[in-house]
């Protein structure tokens, strides 16, 4: 035996024994899989941070773009609409249980602890300013800043439309007017929608409609009504209906503007009714500078 | 026949030792290559993290010139800290916090001529919450009502 092996490794000194290419080979298919895992595992979390992150950049763009406009809206009471905010609340939201009690969708986005599950001790959020409180007449009470309030909504489908100042790019326009609302662009449902108008002469411009962004789920305005004891946010405002002249300002102080963004995978008409949504939101608020720079809102403002 | 009087072709053929070290050297380059991807997602992250704080700390300000009394109390409260108030973590984003302070944190020493470390300035900071982030490094520095 041992005589007969040894002239035949020395004959192939760089050949394997089938045991060692077994070997080699379940190594390297080892290796292999180890790296396939990896790699679908990178690729499926670099796909969703992709899509979170175009989702939340074209939320963000959609909000600070209808700030803009509506921190320029204008007290001119005799337009049509003026000032109009219509409150479209859905039955519906991203199906997820965000703040995990068990429930889904529970709340209104409406500024208020619907679900009753704020506790002062832990969710009231105040930053201390010297002697002074951020949201003063808001210490110890649930409002919008705070923890656990609208923290697990439904989708609304708000409107909004106001007029605005004259563009100073358009000579002769004494107004121009815009609107926000969702709805179809060019056959594709869920596009936030701008529309603008100018006048000119005594008449209005054929509007202009521009989509602000696509796969749109929610679109919420919140207004600060100042007119009241105590200022706080409501969820329509019509100012056609509000006093004129007098104390009241016809205009919202301050405008809270959320709109969320399908971030999913699947195309949004191919998710069923039940699946849960992939959204991003952004938020922000705005106040009218034409309001909080109006001799009348001195007399509204809050006290601390 | 001649195999056993030249050893050159020992040397031509890869013994299964050489192998696998090559194995693992490439095992090593194809580790680097997927350490290099959570960098990446990392960036996209921190795109989305900056977006939110700026836009975090612009509601904040309008909320101050809102609520704003007659006499600009709560501004000019702000206005005059030079030690930020206690951080307060976002209900919309528990990794970030805001503070509100009359200094920048960025350019703390005020060389005059600079507006963005000029004192006096009421500023809302962003930064990391401490839960998320012990160190709570500083994202974003908005000055208003200047």
Not at chain 1, 99 to 124: C, L, N, Q
Request: hydrophobic share 40%; aromatic share 8%; glycine share 8%.
């Amino acid at each position: 035996m041992n005589s007969g092996k040894r002239p035949r490794q020395s004959q192939r000194p760089g050949g394997w024994t089938l045991v060692e290419l077994l070997v080699a080979v379940a190594v390297i298919s080892i290796f292999l899989l180890g790296v396939v895992a990896a790699f679908t595992q990178i690729l499926r979390a670099s796909d969703r941070s992709e899509r979170m992150m175009e989702a939340y950049q074209n939320a963000r763009a959609a909000v600070e773009t209808i700030g803009r406009f509506v921190k320029a809206a204008r007290i001119e009471p005799g337009m049509n609409p003026h000032f109009l905010g219509i409150n479209v609340p859905t039955s519906s939201g991203d199906r997820v249980d965000n703040d995990k009690d068990g429930r889904v969708d529970e709340e209104r986005p409406d500024g208020f602890d619907d679900d009753g599950d704020w506790a002062a001790a832990r969710d009231d959020r105040h930053a201390q300013i010297g002697g002074m409180y951020e949201r003063p007449r808001f210490v110890g009470v649930a409002d919008l800043g705070d923890e656990h309030v609208d923290e697990d909504c439904v989708f609304n489908l708000d409107h909004l439309a106001m007029t605005l100042y004259p563009d100073p790019g358009v000579p002769g326009s004494q107004v121009q007017m815009t609107s926000f609302s969702i709805g179809v662009w060019e056959g594709e449902n869920n596009v936030l929608l701008q529309l603008l108008q100018r006048s000119i002469g005594s008449g209005m411009s054929t509007p202009e409609i521009a989509p602000l962004a696509h796969n749109v789920l929610s679109l919420n305005f919140l207004y600060w009504d100042a007119n009241v004891p105590q200022p706080y946010w409501v969820e329509q405002w019509d100012a056609a209906s509000r006093p004129k002249p007098g104390p009241g300002i016809e205009l919202p102080a301050s405008v809270y503007i959320s709109v969320t963004v399908y971030a999913g995978r699947k195309s949004l008409d191919q998710v069923g009714p039940n699946e849960l949504l992939e959204t991003m939101t952004a938020s922000t608020i705005v106040n009218i500078e034409s309001v909080i720079h109006d001799p009348r809102y001195e007399s509204v403002r809050t006290s601390p | 026949m001649s195999g056993t009087s030249s050893p050159a072709p020992k040397s031509t053929a890869y013994s299964f030792l050489e192998v696998l070290v090559s194995l693992v050297i490439l095992l090593g380059g194809i580790l680097a290559i997927l350490a290099y991807f959570p960098n990446a997602l990392r960036a996209n992250d921190r795109a989305v993290v900056l977006s939110e704080a700026a836009l975090l700390a612009q509601r904040k300000a309008e909320e101050i010139r809102r609520d704003g009394d007659r006499g600009r109390l709560l501004i000019r409260q702000i206005q005059t800290l030079t030690i930020p108030t206690s951080p307060i973590v976002f209900p919309e984003n528990s990794t970030l916090a805001y503070r509100f302070c009359g200094v920048s944190l960025f350019h703390p020493t005020d060389d005059r001529g600079d507006p963005r470390d000029r004192h006096g300035v009421a500023r809302i900071i962003v930064q990391y919450s401490q839960g998320y982030r012990p160190d709570g490094r500083i994202l974003y520095e908005l000055r208003f009502d200047e």
